[in-house]
C-alpha cells in the first residue's frame, strides 16, 4: 500500500473512534420513569388471580388421565 492510503485509514479509523467517544459522552439519556404506585399493582394481582385462579368449586384431583393424540 502507498504512504497516503495508509495515511488516510488511520486517519478514518481515528476519526471513526473520536466520533463514537462523543456520541457516548453527549448522547441524551434515557428519561426514567417513576415506580407504578402500589395501587396499581396490588389492582394488577387481583386481576390476574381473577383470570389465572380457576374454578375453586370445580374439583380437579383424581381426574381423568391425559392421554397423547398420536
Known amino acids: 500500500m502507498s504512504r497516503a492510503v495508509v495515511i488516510a485509514v488511520l486517519a478514518a479509523v481515528i476519526a471513526l473512534v473520536g466520533l ?7 448522547a441524551p439519556q434515557p428519561q426514567i ?17 381473577d383470570f389465572f385462579g380457576g374454578d375453586p368449586d370445580r374439583s380437579v384431583r383424581g381426574g381423568q388421565e391425559i392421554k397423547p393424540r398420536w
Open 20 to 26: 463514537t467517544a462523543v456520541w457516548f459522552v453527549f
Open 33 to 49: 420513569t417513576p415506580a407504578p404506585a402500589p395501587a396499581a399493582s396490588a389492582e394488577r394481582r387481583q386481576r390476574a388471580e
